[in-house]
């Protein structure tokens, strides 16, 4: 009797932790902006249209344009649990390895090619070289990166995400960019402490 207690009280446990690890479910078709009218409401409220002229400008020290659509920008996607960021990588541009904490993503190949890779909780490296109209997922939580090493020709990607809110974890900048104690870092990836000072001052 104890024995299947236990087990029932871990499958609990378990659901509360899935429930609580996604977007909150919606009870109603779509939620309404807190003082909105929703007699008011028409197709507008479901149109976005911040991707038009494509993404934002490109970064200069990454070479990455993005332009992200989450529920801060667009009021309909609360409670949907979608989002999407469009890409545009200039030749040789990098996304470096990050997480996305909330949500899977799944990545299409509008333009060009991009090599894309994900590691597992063991390590191993899934890597490949996607070609225009190529599809991509990576699950969430894992590192990934995108990188676009063609010298002369841009990439353009769509991203679509399994939140609302996916958020983004940059792990260079999570890392070297944070208070993390030398100690600690120099001792984790086994580097000196000068080598540690140019990878923090790369963050800046």
Do not use: C, W
Request: proline content about 4%; overall charge negative.
């Amino acid at each position: 009797m104890s024995h299947s207690l236990a087990i029932l009280t871990t499958l609990a446990l378990l659901l509360i932790t899935h429930s609580q690890a996604s977007d909150p479910e919606t009870v109603s078709d779509f939620n309404v902006p807190n003082g909105a009218d929703e007699s008011k409401l028409d197709g507008v409220f479901f149109t976005y249209t911040g991707l038009r002229g494509g993404a934002a400008s490109t970064s200069s020290t990454t070479g990455l344009g993005r332009k992200s659509v989450t529920v801060q920008d667009f009021a309909a996607l609360d409670g949907m649990g979608v989002s999407m960021e469009l890409m545009e990588f200039q030749p040789g541009s990098v996304n470096v390895p990050h997480t996305h904490p909330r949500g899977a993503e799944i990545l299409f190949v509008v333009d060009g090619s991009l090599t894309v890779g994900t590691t597992d909780s063991n390590g191993k490296l899934y890597k490949n070289v996607l070609q225009k109209g190529d599809v991509f997922v990576f699950p969430k939580g894992l590192p990934h990166y995108q990188a676009n090493f063609d010298k002369t020709n841009k990439a353009v990607a769509v991203a679509a995400f399994g939140s609302s809110n996916a958020g983004t974890v940059s792990l260079p900048k999570s890392l070297f960019g944070s208070n993390i104690d030398n100690e600690v870092l120099t001792k984790a990836f086994k580097i000196s402490a000068d080598n540690l000072q140019q990878l923090r001052a790369g963050q800046n």
